[in-house]
């Protein structure tokens, strides 16, 4: 049996800006079985995430977990940031108590700036091919995916000046909304101001290391396997 570590509601209600329209999603990590992870099977468990719905739930293997969070996932980091847990485990416990080894100045700079500007582009894109007529949903969730551009962004720029993560927006939420608003609106204007945000993010000089503490992150995953072996069922 997989043992979960730790699952926490992410996404728009993490951030503070859920509307009556979003779902609440959440995201965990797990353990797989210490037979599944030494058999045949083990490339594919190791690299396995488990989704549900009704609530939306996302489940990470801890190998994939870490490799993502390693990279600078801006999804899958949040979730050792939050300020509260569905479940909490000793061994979720371990996992955020090395969160500042996943990170560094190359993974934030690539992950959460190159994936704004990827979401941004596809909003414009997306903005050009509805030039023809474009839908009051369209619209919906073209003003979501700009306000989320723009967040990704200014997360990235607190990460790379403090090394703290911030998780809860709703502070500028109105800015961001309008942000979002602008989006579905004046894709062009907003494009400038996504273009003035990222060279602010840009221009920080970052406190992270440059590159990740790959050391001390294998350390707690292997901590976490033995763990498991040491508390398995002696057979009889």
Avoid at 83 to 92: I, K, N, P, R
Avoid at 191 to 202: C, G, I, P, T, V
């Amino acid at each position: 049996m997989s043992t979960t570590l730790l699952t926490g509601v992410v996404g728009s209600t993490a951030y503070g800006l859920a509307t009556t329209s979003s779902d609440e999603d959440r995201l965990g990590v797990y353990l797989a079985d210490t037979a599944d992870v030494l058999g045949l099977r083990a490339p594919a468990v190791l690299t396995g995430s488990r989704v549900s719905t009704a609530p939306d739930v996302t489940m990470h293997e801890l190998y994939k977990f870490a490799t993502l969070a390693l990279k600078g996932n801006p999804t899958v980091s949040e979730l050792l940031w939050l300020d509260d847990y569905v479940v909490e485990t000793d061994g979720g416990r371990a996992l955020i108590g090395i969160r500042d080894a996943f990170l560094s100045t190359r993974a934030v700079r690539s992950s959460y700036g190159g994936y704004a500007v990827q979401q941004s582009r596809k909003l414009l894109s997306r903005h050009e091919a509805g030039r023809g007529g474009f839908s009051s949903d369209v619209a919906r969730r073209t003003a979501k995916h700009g306000r989320h551009c723009l967040r990704l962004l200014r997360q990235a720029r607190g990460l790379l000046t403090t090394g703290t993560l911030t998780i809860d927006m709703s502070d500028q939420r109105e800015e961001l909304f309008a942000a979002g608003d602008l989006a579905a609106r004046d894709p062009r204007a907003f494009a400038e101001l996504f273009e003035k945000e990222f060279a602010a993010m840009d221009a920080v000089t970052s406190v992270l290391p440059e590159a990740p503490d790959v050391a001390r992150v294998e350390a707690v995953v292997v901590e976490l396997r033995l763990g498991a072996i040491r508390d398995a069922p002696t057979p009889r």
